[in-house]
């Protein structure tokens, strides 16, 4: 796929309360606004809310699955969190392709998030990379990802 100024992708998923159980297994963040509802409901969230990176993390699926795609990683980003994101929430991450440098692999790009009934909850921009992988051009290293199993949820 050639990338071009305008070029979109997106994904959707539903969040849950394990999404928040294994970002936090994966990063020891236990801030009582992901777990302690009481608390939670208390504050100007009104509830609990799930960990940014949690939310941000599916814009890491677009840009590495779809757009560029393999081998893209993100140089700078620039994001706005603009309202919670909670456990049973339906996000969509979007990218768009604002920029593309002339002479390297190299783009800037558009990055939203919206929740289910079309609120953004993430806005800004980030700079991506994109490493040559499986082009047979000698720029592959032959290392590959593990397979998702969507069935059984085991990856290979």
Request: proline share 6%; glycine share 12%.
């Amino acid at each position: 796929m050639t990338v071009q100024v305008g070029s979109t992708a997106r994904r959707t998923r539903v969040v849950s309360r394990r999404d928040i159980e294994l970002f936090t297994e994966l990063t020891g963040d236990r801030n009582p606004l992901h777990y302690d509802e009481e608390l939670a409901a208390g504050t100007r969230f009104g509830g609990l809310i799930v960990q940014g990176g949690v939310t941000s993390g599916l814009l890491n699926a677009v840009v590495a699955e779809d757009l560029p795609g393999p081998g893209s990683v993100f140089l700078r980003v620039a994001w706005n969190f603009l309202a919670p994101v909670r456990p049973g929430d339906e996000i969509t991450a979007e990218v768009e392709v604002l920029e593309v440098h002339a002479s390297k692999p190299v783009f800037r790009i558009r990055t939203t998030i919206t929740n289910g009934d079309g609120v953004p909850v993430l806005d800004g921009d980030a700079h991506v990379y994109q490493v040559p992988v499986g082009t047979g051009s000698g720029n592959d290293s032959g290392a590959t990802a593990p397979e998702d199993d969507r069935q059984t949820g085991v990856v290979r």
